[in-house]
């Protein structure tokens, strides 16, 4: 059946993003139940748009389309959602639609899938599998979370020392159960231990009767099943794998890792990060207001805590204030400055930590880096807004404690904007940790203690 008159997608308008027009025609074929409309308009949609889909429509509206979709629904759409909504649509499956989900994933889309999952709805999706995919699923389950035996697939093609080109060609033709997307044919010795790769073009280029052994290359790294995912992504990144091998206590191939898994790690990983700077924690679009605001609490109350401390250091100033109205105008800017120039050295810190730029050996290089460029801009921007406060009070001195005063809280916000998530790094936690609720504190205290202080000794 055609649906000649369909909206689509307008290249003119948004390529990569969502019509307005076929999302509205989606939900109103979900909403009157019509199951052809539906099944024609999510069709020629990629599967993260469909999970994008799926993301900004209510609970409502995802039951009425899960269920209408019915046996057509799309695999790999499930596995593109953010975890907060996958654990509301994977209850709303059928057993049929499990089935189809089940019948298409491979085993690290399927641990995705389930590992977050409540023991009920984690057990109904195992029980959709064949015996030799539940078993390699619970296995990878067996794993610690965020490690690599979590997050390699058991499909994929190994072949022994000794046989030829034309022998792997015929074993991969005559398979039936070949990954979806491999690039590299992994060799392995009588102990199944991986002792070298040959990339798939090398096997196209080569005769028939060229032994594996001439071809394959034995510079390549495996990955410890127990590695955590972070290590595995940043060895990815580093030495530009395209796949990785993972094997047991033993050296044993259990398992690989391909590099759109690990670039999908690296981009949790920085968005982890952005949030945690923020203080965010986990939290989702799709949220619940009451997640949202008991998320947001925490840090929030740490915040007001830090601010109260701020608040203290401009009570034991309250008379010079008094004395010098002035002061109550410029001091924002002093701290603002500071904040500023602190969350600049916090982002470079934090980069270079995730990075692992920034090393024991040159630590204290990029420290001092950062004292000196805070020197430097203090230096610079101290005469500026010094120069702000003679023309607008006509007051020297006054100048002259906002330069001082710039001069200090730009050179502590450097120092802190890098010592501070290094420590947290040091101490084992995450660096990104609401680093920059501290380095906010720590220039607001730094800076009115500046300012005011030196304003009292100077001014009175």
Same mark, same amino acid.
């Given at each position: ?15 990569? +993003? ?39 429509? =209510? ?17 790999? &759409? ?152 972070? =290590? ?22 259990? /398992? ?82 500071? /904040?500023?120039? +602190? ?35 203090? &230096? ?13 009070? +006509? ?27 290094? /420590? ?5 936690? =995450?660096?990104?940790?609401?680093? /920059? ?12 203690? &500046? ?10």
């Amino acid at each position: 059946m055609t649906h000649a008159a369909e909206p689509a997608v307008d290249p003119s308008d948004d390529a990569y +993003g969502l019509d307005a027009a076929v999302v509205d025609a989606i939900l109103a074929a979900a909403e009157v139940g019509a199951r052809e409309r539906l099944v024609a308009l999510l069709e020629p949609l990629h599967d993260a748009d469909i999970a994008d889909l799926l993301e900004q429509i =209510d609970q409502p509206s995802r039951e009425k389309l899960i269920t209408l979709w019915g046996a057509d629904i799309a695999p790999f &759409a499930i596995t593109e959602l953010r975890t907060g909504v996958r654990d509301l649509v994977v209850p709303l499956l059928s057993a049929e639609q499990l089935a189809r989900v089940a019948q298409e994933l491979e085993t690290d889309d399927m641990v995705y899938l389930v590992e977050d999952l409540d023991e009920p709805d984690q057990e109904k999706v195992l029980e959709a599998l064949d015996d030799a995919d539940r078993l390699a699923v619970e296995r990878s389950l067996t794993y610690p979370e965020y490690s690599a035996g979590r997050l390699m697939q058991r499909e994929l093609v190994s072949a022994p020392e000794h046989w030829t080109v034309g022998e792997i060609i015929d074993f991969m033709r005559a398979s039936d159960d070949l990954p979806d997307d491999f690039y590299d044919v992994i060799i392995v010795d009588p102990r199944h231990r991986p002792v070298g790769m040959v990339a798939l073009s090398k096997i196209m280029a080569n005769r028939r009767e060229t032994r594996l052994d001439t071809l394959m290359n034995e510079d390549f790294r495996t990955i410890p099943a127990d590695q955590a995912q972070e =290590d595995v992504a940043y060895a990815f990144n580093q030495y530009h794998l395209i796949t990785g091998p993972v094997t047991d206590a033993e050296g044993r191939l259990v /398992g690989v890792i391909t590099i759109d898994d690990a670039m999908e790690v690296l981009e949790d990983e920085a968005e982890e990060d952005m949030k945690l700077l923020a203080g965010v924690g986990d939290e989702e679009i799709s949220d619940r207001v009451w997640e949202t605001a008991r998320a947001r609490f925490p840090w929030l109350a740490v915040n007001i805590c830090t601010a109260l401390i701020a608040s203290a250091v401009i009570a034991l100033f309250s008379s010079t204030i008094e004395a010098i109205v002035a002061l109550a105008v410029l001091m924002p800017i002093v701290t603002s400055m500071g /904040g500023n120039a +602190g969350t600049q050295s916090l982002t470079v810190a934090v980069r270079g930590l995730a990075t692992r730029d920034i090393t024991a050996k040159n630590m204290w290089r990029v420290v001092r880096r950062e004292v000196i460029v805070g020197l430097m801009n203090g &230096a610079v921007f101290g005469l500026l807004i010094g120069a702000v406060g003679l023309i607008w009070f +006509g007051t020297p001195m006054l100048g002259a404690v906002l330069w001082i005063a710039m001069l200090i809280n730009l050179l502590v916000a450097g120092l802190v904007g890098i010592l501070i998530p290094i /420590g947290l790094d040091k101490a084992g936690a =995450d660096p990104a940790l609401a680093s /920059g609720v501290f380095v906010t504190m720590s220039t607001d205290v730094i800076g009115f203690l &500046a300012f005011l202080g030196l304003a009292s000794v100077m001014l009175l």
